[in-house]
């Protein structure tokens, strides 16, 4: 594949869908925009009443779809998605370009459906009520801020909008004020902090263990209902023409990160699949200067 075919230098927009998202980020921030307004504007809240988060979900396996559809609901206030609408516009792209939009989503879902998780946990070990409702998307923009922290350490981001620091701190800072209120329990709280500490837990555990989800992601393909070509036998020297198609996949997503956030982005196992890679591509070379000298 020519360098100039790769996914990251293709970046005109079809015609027609000028008026679409043209990013996760954007159409994540659509998407829970419309699903207020319809909620709380045509169906006085009935749809929040349907599909929140119950700490009861947790042992109810039917519910269990609520672990996902309570990270597109919003309390009634507009500072609930306000909030987390702007945290995640404004930290999210950065995010989905150096990951890509396809793992930015998958990250996105998994930190919601895990801050799900842990928050009706606690919720159960606490003998808090099983009717016990959570929403919003706090749990992924936790998670984003985390993954924001670890990746651009030394950018200054504005704590509430207003004071510079940098973005480590603000990491540093947003896990000691969930750890401290999920701790102190005060009376009457509205803030889900369990939620926050499991989507930061996540995005700690994906960063650091150099995760990506779209390694196990179930793929699809209608490729059984056509026709299947004769076998073709292939000598050793055929067979060594091409790298494996999962090497050049994997060579093609390291360079993409390169374009995007610099080689000092990568980390030890991807510098090591590129000098393995490297070291492949010189060794048929050389062979093919051999047979052909």
Not at 128 to 145: F, H, K, R
Not at 158 to 171: D, M, N, R, T
Not at 266 to 286: C, D, I, M, V
């Amino acid at each position: 594949m020519g360098i100039y075919d790769r996914e990251y230098y293709r970046r005109e927009v079809p015609a027609g869908t000028a008026w679409a998202p043209r990013s996760a980020v954007g159409a994540l921030v659509l998407a829970n925009v419309v699903v207020y307004l319809v909620d709380w504007v045509l169906l006085d809240g009935r749809l929040t009443s349907w599909c929140k988060l119950r700490v009861a979900t947790l042992v109810r396996p039917w519910d269990w779809w609520q672990f996902l559809t309570y990270g597109f609901l919003h309390s009634r206030e507009p500072w609930h998605i306000l909030a987390n609408m702007l945290g995640l516009f404004f930290l999210g792209r950065d995010i989905e370009d150096l990951y890509g939009t396809k793992e930015f989503l998958r990250v996105y879902v998994a930190m919601i459906v895990f801050g799900g998780v842990v928050w009706a946990a606690a919720g159960t070990l606490q003998e808090a009520p099983a009717e016990l409702g959570c929403v919003g998307a706090s749990g992924a923009v936790a998670g984003i801020v985390m993954l924001y922290a670890l990746i651009f350490p030394r950018r200054t981001l504005a704590l509430y909008f207003v004071i510079p620091v940098p973005a480590w701190f603000a990491g540093v800072l947003l896990v000691a004020g969930d750890a401290y209120g999920a701790v102190a329990r005060s009376e009457g709280a509205r803030v889900a902090y369990a939620v926050h500490l499991g989507g930061a837990a996540l995005a700690l555990a994906y960063y650091a263990l150099g995760l990506n989800f779209g390694r196990w992601w179930p793929r699809f393909s209608l490729r059984w209902l056509r026709r299947q070509p004769k076998l073709r036998v292939h000598t050793p020297e055929e067979k060594e023409k091409d790298p494996p198609d999962d090497l050049s996949a994997e060579v093609d997503r390291i360079l993409e990160k390169i374009s995007r956030s610099g080689e000092a982005s990568l980390t030890r196992q991807e510098r090591s699949t590129l000098e393995a890679a490297s070291r492949q591509y010189q060794k048929r070379r050389q062979s093919s200067k051999d047979r052909f000298a």
